[in-house]
């Protein structure tokens, strides 16, 4: 289980700085080309999908931090 903990924090360390550096990148290119070309639409969705998958993320771990909470009480609860 502490295997899992330290992976899930580190994948969402990495998806929250990829996510950054996508944002970042995108309105940096949006800023010097303010016309929507090919490649500012495929930035976009990129960004889409790895905003989506940071989202996921938070789900999961948010899932974790209640059902750890609910052993807990439950653990108080059995003493």
Avoid: G, W
Avoid at 36 to 51: A, G, N, Q, T
Avoid at 58 to 67: D, G, M, S
């Amino acid at each position: 289980m502490k295997h899992l903990k330290r992976n899930l924090i580190l994948i969402f360390i990495a998806d929250t700085l990829l996510l950054i550096a996508c944002l970042a990148f995108t309105v940096q290119k949006f800023i010097h080309h303010p016309q929507m070309s090919l490649e500012l639409i495929i930035l976009l969705i990129f960004d889409f999908i790895v905003l989506s998958t940071f989202c996921s993320l938070l789900t999961i771990a948010v899932q974790y931090i209640i059902r750890k909470i609910k052993a807990r009480k439950k653990q108080k609860e059995e003493q």
